[in-house]
């Protein structure tokens, strides 16, 4: 139990005083990038999808 007690006495310390925190500034910076980054792929992907479907669609269609 004592190891249990050390390990999280430990990984409390390290994350107040050794870990280094990125500012509020920074945060909402990566997190408007990751929002852009996320719209943007989610884009490509529903404009591959329509592409891919049309595609097929011409394809199977040509068959008939």
Same mark, same amino acid.
């Given at each position: 139990?004592? @190891?249990? $007690?050390?390990?999280?006495? !430990?990984?409390?310390?390290?994350?107040?005083? @050794?870990? $280094?925190?990125?500012?509020? !500034?920074?945060?909402?910076?990566?997190?408007?990038?990751?929002?852009?980054?996320?719209?943007?792929?989610?884009?490509?992907?529903?404009?591959?999808?329509?592409?891919?479907?049309?595609?097929?669609?011409?394809?199977?269609?040509?068959?008939?």
């Amino acid at each position: 139990m004592s @190891k249990l $007690t050390n390990y999280f006495r !430990e990984t409390t310390e390290e994350m107040r005083y @050794k870990v $280094t925190w990125p500012s509020f !500034e920074e945060l909402q910076k990566s997190a408007g990038l990751v929002l852009i980054g996320s719209l943007v792929f989610a884009a490509v992907v529903g404009l591959m999808d329509i592409i891919f479907k049309t595609g097929l669609e011409a394809f199977y269609n040509s068959f008939r």
